[in-house]
C-alpha cells in the first residue's frame, strides 16, 4: 500500500513567522508532488507542484523535494492568519493515473 | 476560465437508493479524477477519466461506478447506498493528469 504521511498538527506559529509543513511518501518512482491547501468545509486548492529535486519558490511558498530521501515540504514565509488551514501533500503514483493524499498538517497561524 | 463544477452539493438519500453525481471539468481539460473524502479517511481515490476511458480505479466496491461522455463531463454513481458513503464527493480535472484542480464538492448525506 503506497501512502503519503504528514503529520496531522495542529501546527500553531505566530504571525509573521516561518510555517514549515512535511510530507514523506513511500512510492520511490514518484516524480510529481503536490501542495494543497483546503479550508474548512471548502473543496483542495493547488498551491505548488514540484517535480525536480531542490526548491521551488512562489510568493510567500517554497517546496521542497528530496527523492533520495522520498520527503516532501512547504515552507510558508511571513505566515498570515487567513492561512490558517489543512495542508494536504499528494504524490502521483508511478505508472498509473492516480494520486495519493496523505491526510493533512493543520495549520494555525495565531495574531 | 470557468473553474470545475459539481453538481448537486448538496444531497440528502436514504439508505438502500442510488445517487448519481456529475461534474464538468474545466474547458480543454480532459482528465477527471473522482474522490471521497470523510474526516475519518481522508481523500481516497476512487476513479480516472480520460477520452472517456477509465484509467484506474481505486479499491472501492462495485456499487460505485463512473463514465465520462465525449465532452468530458463526468457522472459517477452510488446504488444501494449505505451510511458509510456520507462524505464528500470532489471531481478533480486535469488537462495532463498532472496538475489537479478540484471542483466544490457533494456533500453527500446518506440517512
Known amino acids: 500500500q503506497k501512502e503519503v504521511e504528514q503529520n496531522s498538527g495542529p501546527l500553531s506559529v505566530p504571525e509573521g513567522a516561518i510555517a514549515s509543513l512535511n510530507c514523506t511518501y513511500s512510492d520511490r518512482g514518484s516524480q510529481s508532488f503536490f501542495w494543497y491547501r483546503q479550508y474548512s468545509g471548502k473543496s483542495p486548492e493547488l498551491i505548488m507542484s514540484i517535480y525536480s529535486n531542490g526548491d521551488k519558490e512562489d510568493g510567500r511558498f517554497t517546496a521542497q523535494l528530496n527523492k533520495a530521501s522520498q520527503y516532501v515540504s512547504l515552507l510558508i514565509r511571513d505566515s498570515q492568519p487567513s492561512d490558517s488551514a489543512t495542508y494536504l501533500c499528494?504524490?502521483?503514483?508511478?505508472?498509473?493515473?492516480?494520486?495519493?493524499f496523505g491526510t493533512g498538517t493543520r495549520l494555525k497561524v495565531l495574531a | 476560465k470557468a473553474g470545475v463544477t459539481q453538481t448537486p452539493r448538496y444531497l440528502i438519500k436514504t439508505r438502500g437508493q442510488q445517487v448519481t453525481l456529475s461534474c464538468s471539468p474545466i474547458s480543454g481539460h480532459r482528465s477527471v479524477s473522482w474522490y471521497q473524502q470523510t474526516p475519518g479517511q481522508g481523500l481516497q481515490f476512487l476513479f480516472e477519466y480520460f477520452s472517456e476511458t477509465q484509467r484506474n480505479k481505486g479499491n472501492f466496491p462495485g456499487r460505485f461506478s463512473g463514465r465520462q461522455f465525449s465532452n468530458s463531463r463526468s457522472e459517477m454513481n452510488v446504488s444501494t447506498l449505505e451510511l458509510g458513503d456520507s462524505a464528500l464527493y470532489l471531481c478533480?480535472?486535469?488537462?495532463?493528469?498532472?496538475?489537479?484542480?478540484f471542483g466544490p464538492g457533494t456533500r453527500l448525506t446518506v440517512t
Open positions: 478533480a480535472s486535469s488537462p495532463d493528469n498532472y496538475e489537479q484542480y
Open positions: 499528494a504524490a502521483h503514483e508511478a505508472g498509473t493515473y492516480k494520486y495519493i
